[in-house]
Every structure is written in C-alpha cells, then in structure tokens.
C-alpha cells in the first residue's frame, strides 16, 4: 500500500488469513481463463498494465494460463502517470520476460479536450475527463486486440465492480474479469502469497505503493471510497452475509460510512449489468 503501511498490509505481512487456501483460489482462476479462452476459440490476449497490484496480479494469472507468449501488456500513461507506477510495470515485465508495450496517451487526451472545448465550457479536470482517459485507454486496447485476434482482458477486483469505481467502457472493457470475484484486501493477500512462492516475482514496491486511478493529480482510490479493510468488511458483510445495514452497524461500523457504501452499491447496479464475466470461486 502506501510507505505508511495501512492496517490490512500489515495484518498481511503478518500472516493474517483472509482466503484459506490461496494455492487454490490462484489455480481456481487460471484454470477458469483457460477454459474461457478454450471455448471462445482465442488464444491471445491484450491487457492495460498501470504498475498497480491489480493489473499486475491479473497480468501474471494471464500469463500463467495461455503462457507469456500469448499475452500482450500495454502501459498508457499520461501527466497524471506516477514515475513509480512506470518503473513497476516494467520491472515486472522484466521478471516476467515480457515485452511491455507503451502508448503515451498525453496527446490524445488533449486533442478530445481541445475539440470538446470548442462546443463545451470545460473548467479542469473532474469526473467527466478522468473517465475520458480511461475510456481512450478502453479503445485502445480493443483497437490492438482486434489488429491482433486477441481478447481484452478486464482488471478490476470484487470491491471496485461492487461499488461502481470503475468507469464504463473504460477499465471494465474486457471479454473475461479473472480477478472480479477477489476483494481488494484479497488481491493483496494473493499476491504476497505469490511473492513468497516465486521470490518476489512481483516488484514489492507495487505493494508498497498506494492504489490510485492515476487520473488525476494526487488522486488516492482510499480517499475516493474508503480504508479498503472497512469497505472489504462492510461489502463481505453486506453482500456476502446479506446483512442489514443495521446489523453492520451494530457490528461497530459507523452508521454513515455504511449507508455510503450500500447507497454506491444500489445506484451502480447499471454498471454491473454490463459488465465482463467473472470467474467464480468455489467455497
């Protein structure tokens, strides 16, 4: 996570259980790609790497399943790209031996600004031009996948579909979402698992770094929605339990951080709609 290690990194660190078998839940989801790409007929695939935990994790099962050869990870940065998350994402595909294709999407952002300010009044950046980018980035990686019969592969873990924060047709374009199933906290505990089995494979500094979008300056997904160990908590509770907002409360969470949650759960229910397939995990 951050250099001020969060609660849940350290817990982790530490050795604290969230998914019992990790070996199984890794195997779980390789063998759904593989079954996925089997009956779809493809055998490539393309996926937006952002130096982050989940694109890397994700990145790594791909790999693992349809063999290095037959993934392509592309970086997109722009200005609002962390020089940290560049040199995570091309140490990992140095430990990989994969070749990381990079597409500077600065120039593109700024052309669609430059006409769209040309009919609209736009006062900086807001949501609006953050999902901008994250939808050029969508269609770049269909344009590739289409020039290269290969299939986009979606990234986003359980916490983000779940609550909505992701942007449609941006970062939820993909045939597959291998890691939708695995809540934030548990993309984490994964992928030190993985690192303790296979010597770091992972770069620890994207473990260490805290998750962003990246789509605007000094952007922070913690401070967008909430601490991941509370949100993890409360959606587990909620959407795993089935419990009320009243039972969680009583379980100690603040009755206004609940509501919040719950209230991103029900009004995104159009964005899961759309959404890519999730391999599902067995108890």
């Known amino acids: 996570m951050s250099i001020n290690t969060s609660s849940i990194d350290r817990k982790i660190k530490k050795g604290y259980i969230l998914i019992m078998n990790k070996s199984l839940v890794y195997k779980q989801i390789k063998n759904g790609i593989k079954k996925y790409f089997k009956e779809s007929g493809f055998k490539k695939a393309a996926i937006g790497l952002s130096g982050g935990v989940d694109s890397t994790i994700t990145a790594l099962l791909v790999s693992d399943a349809l063999g290095k050869d ?22 990992f595909c140095k430990n990989l031996g994969f070749e990381l294709i990079e597409i500077d999407i600065t120039d593109i952002i700024d052309k669609y600004l430059e006409t769209l300010g040309n009919k609209f009044i736009i006062k900086g950046i807001g949501i609006p031009e953050e999902n901008l980018q994250a939808r050029i980035r969508g269609n770049l990686l269909m344009w590739f996948a289409n020039r290269n019969r290969a299939l986009v592969i979606a990234t986003g873990n359980r916490s983000e ?123």
């Open 70 to 91: 037959n993934l392509s990870p592309i970086f997109m940065p722009t200005e609002f790209t962390l020089e940290i998350s560049k040199k995570n994402a091309y140490k």
């Open 161 to 283: 579909i779940l609550t909505g924060y992701c942007t449609l047709y941006g970062d939820t374009v993909g045939a597959i979402a291998p890691i939708g199933a695995l809540y934030k906290t548990e993309v984490y505990e994964i992928a030190y698992w993985i690192n303790k089995e296979r010597n770091n494979i992972i770069p620890p500094s994207i473990l260490e770094q805290e998750p962003s979008a990246e789509l605007n300056l000094g952007q922070k997904d913690e401070e967008d929605l909430h601490p991941y160990e509370v949100l993890d908590s409360i959606l587990k509770l909620y959407e795993d339990e089935s419990k009320s907002i009243e039972d969680i409360v009583n379980a100690g969470f603040k009755k206004e951080v609940v509501e919040d949650i719950v209230s991103r759960i029900k009004i995104n229910i159009f964005k899961r709609k759309q959404l890519s397939p999730v391999i599902e995990l067995t108890k």
